[in-house]
């Protein structure tokens, strides 16, 4: 059985799965890895979703402000021999309800192409493309999404 905690930034099993996460991105991608790293610091986020296997950490997601009715989803990464198996689905399930309880109506996320898995995870999630925003505009590889959480 999957169990999802909230947690912070601090949770010493989230920062073991952005470790493998980081490891991953800059094995697929070390460029465009090592220009997005500075834009994923999670120092600057507050709310932290870490999923867990017979109380083995096998996921995270996190979510940070972007503007007054916008969240970030950030920092989403499941183990790769935990994949497939809905872990992705229920953390970004947890983040969007989060998101909605703290009163945001939208979420923003960015990805890479590279990560076929995660554009599926999201499109089957409803997540509609859109232009690149912010630090990620002028980032070729870069794909971003958005969802209204009012209408889902």
């Known amino acids: 059985m999957i169990v999802t905690k909230r947690t912070g930034p601090d949770n010493k099993d989230f920062h073991i799965l ?3 996460l980081d490891k991953e991105l800059t094995m697929l991608d070390k460029e465009a890895h090592s220009v997005c790293a500075q834009f994923n610091k999670i120092e600057s986020i507050n709310h932290v979703i870490v999923a867990y296997i017979e109380h083995e950490p096998v996921g995270c997601g996190a979510i940070r402000e972007y503007t007054q009715d916008t969240m970030e989803i950030k920092r989403m990464f499941v183990s790769l021999d935990m994949r497939h198996k809905g872990v992705a689905s229920l953390i970004l399930n947890e983040l969007e309800n989060w998101t909605k309880e703290l009163g945001y109506k939208k979420a923003i996320l960015e990805t890479g192409e590279r990560l076929p898995g995660a554009t599926k995870l999201y499109e089957k999630h409803k997540y509609v ?10 980032i070729e590889r870069s794909i971003c999404y958005e969802k209204d959480l009012v209408k889902s």
């Open 18 to 20: 952005v470790q493998e």
């Open 129 to 138: 493309k859109i232009p690149n925003y912010g630090q990620y505009k002028d």
